[in-house]
């Protein structure tokens, strides 16, 4: 996205080499010719011939950026990907939020009186999503409750909370911190990392990740009282989920990809994405211009995620057609399949009560293959063979350590261990 501009102290272009035009002006006209030398003073390297006589070429004038196309006043401080149009910092936060609001409004995602709680990773689609959302909640009558998953990665996510203590206290909203270890069994995705090091599906720990925070994200809904939960996934994030799903053959996910979150079936709290029509470089610039404080590092288990692929074949598409991403979330959502590849209606998970479409759901399925040491189950081609291998029944006693299992820690979580994960 080009920045144009500077807007209130925010965003100031870079120097352009040469000197002011009216200089560079006078100088050709007398001869001088500055403005075409190059650093070492040597010869100009394009000249213009008049004649037989050689001329110095005439510098490129710094053009100076356009006025906003909403307020008229301030300098544009960018061009905005989809519509082009040139904008202040101010107007461009301004109808950033008015669209957020127009999504959360248009799907009836969150009804007037609803306790929402906000999935705070202390990233910056989390935090803009929780910045926005409380600008907005006066106009939507909800209240906000933030809620931070702690997957218990060393040296990655006490920064990351450190971030989301910070947010809730300048913007004076509750937050609540669920763990891994608490809530299943003693289990950290670093325990999880060291325990499928040695199984050959080192990359499915973005699998463990992305399903035991959702289900992490769920109890510490409940546990504040919630009716709602919504999560910060971007345009790009969708992308990149459709993407990984075609590549997968996973017909399941990508009809439950469409639309901008799930009913609450089964007893599930509803949840929704209300930045899922906003490009990730929006969200950015967003969270810049508003000067928001969040946390930036790459996950430690990030490098070997699948969903960095999908990530770089999305930035190839995006660099031939632009508008790529929005078109593949407006895809899956017309998307649909035919009757012989409809999954069937979920029902109940036989441990939890938790809403499956086999008899355990995949929380537990994926938590008893770790219990049995046997990680690979319910991952990938484990799948398949889930119900007639495991038991339905209680699962055996956790590990008195599960940290000490063997291995180096290898392998991904996913998409830097953020909301995002699927």
Known sequence: MPVLGRDAGDLQPPPLPGVPHSQARDDFQDGKGRGAMDKGGSAPTSVASRGSQLLPARPEPAMPAPQCASCHAARAALRRPRSGQALCGACFCTAFEAEVLHTVLAGRLLPPGAVVAVGAS?????????????????RLGVSLRLVAVDEGIGGYRDAALAAVRRQAARWDLP??????????????????????????????????????????????????????IVTGHNADDMAETVLMNFLRGDAGRLARGGGLGSRGEGGALPRCRPLQLASQKEVVLYAHFRR???????????????????????????????????????????????????PPPPGACSRCGALASRALCQACALLDGLQRGRPRLAIGKGRGGRDEEGSSGPPPPPPSDPGSAPGPAAGGCGATCKERCE
């Not at 929780?130 to 006066?138: D, I, T």
């Not at 950290?188 to 035991?212: E, H």
């Not at 404080?293 to 770089?312: I, K, Q, T």
């Open 175 to 228: 937050l609540t911190v669920v763990a891994y270890a608490d809530l299943f069994g003693g289990w950290t995705m670093d325990a999880v990392a060291r325990s499928t090091a040695g199984s050959g599906r080192s990359r499915a720990c973005c699998t463990f990740c992305g399903v035991l925070r959702r289900r992490a994200l769920e109890e510490g809904a409940r546990l504040v009282g919630a009716t709602h």
């Open 122 to 138: 202390g990233g910056k689609d989390s935090t803009v999503l929780a910045h926005v959302l409380r600008e907005l909640a006066p």
């Open 292 to 342: 928001l404080d969040y946390f930036s590092e790459e996950c430690v288990y990030a490098p070997e995620a699948f969903r960095g692929h999908a990530r770089h074949l999305l930035k190839l598409l995006e660099a031939a057609r632009p508008s790529a991403a929005l078109d593949l979330v407006h895809s899956a959502e017309r998307l649909a399949l035919a009757p012989a590849a409809r």
